[in-house]
C-alpha cells in the first residue's frame, strides 16, 4: 500500500457546518487537521463529540463556550475541547480563522 506524505490543498475537503463557518479538511488514519474560517458574526451551534478537539487561533477572535465555561479566544489563543463535552462558538466583528486538530478523525467531515 502506498502511503501519501506530501499533501497538496486540492485534497483537503471544505464543508460549509453552518451559516457563515467554512472548514477545510485533512486526515491521517488517527488525526484531523480542520481550518475554521469564520465570516463575521457567524456561530457554530452548541454540539458535542466522542471526538477530542485542540485548536489554535490563527486570525481574528471569537467566544468559545466550552461546557459552559466562555472566554474569548485570540490569535495566538489555544484551547481543549474533551470528548463528549458540549461547546459552541461566536465570532465577532472581525470574524476568525483556527487550526481544529481532531482525534480520531470526524468521520461525518471526511
Known sequence: MSKKYFIPKDDFREIEIAPGVRIKTVAG??????????????????????????????????????GGERKLVKKGD????????????????????????FSPPREDYL
Not at 465570516?39 to 471526538?51: C, D, G, L, T
Not at 477572535?61 to 466550552?66: D, M, P
Not at 489555544?78 to 486538530?101: Q, R
Open 29 to 66: 488514519e488517527r488525526i484531523m487537521f480542520s481550518f475554521l474560517e469564520f465570516q463575521p458574526h457567524a456561530s457554530i451551534p452548541p454540539h458535542s463529540h466522542p471526538h477530542e478537539q485542540m485548536g489554535f487561533v490563527l486570525e481574528g477572535q471569537f467566544e468559545l463556550n466550552i
Open 78 to 101: 489555544v484551547y481543549l475541547i474533551p470528548s463528549n463535552v458540549e461547546h459552541s462558538g461566536f465570532a465577532g466583528e472581525e470574524g476568525a480563522t483556527t487550526l481544529d486538530v
